[in-house]
């Protein structure tokens, strides 16, 4: 699905922070913690910019194990 998104333009975060686990979260969206489980929120939206990133070759993150 991210994938998908990012090559629509839309951008995506999967958030599994504190809001996940906060019991006014749940009144919010009207689940019963003691039944259901939240394992993540899937945030998306168009982006205001599209930050540049520089990636390092893979060669400089790897290690060769004997």
Not at 16 to 38: C, H, K, Q
Not at 39 to 66: M, N, Q
Request: glycine content about 8%.
């Amino acid at each position: 699905m991210c994938l998908y998104l990012w090559s629509e333009g839309i951008g995506f975060k999967w958030n599994t922070g504190a809001v996940t686990r906060a019991s006014g979260f749940f009144d919010l969206i009207s689940v019963n913690p003691a039944l259901e489980t939240v394992v993540a929120l899937v945030w998306f939206g168009y982006p205001a910019e599209i930050p540049s990133t520089a990636r390092k070759p893979a060669s400089e993150s790897l290690i060769d194990l004997p």
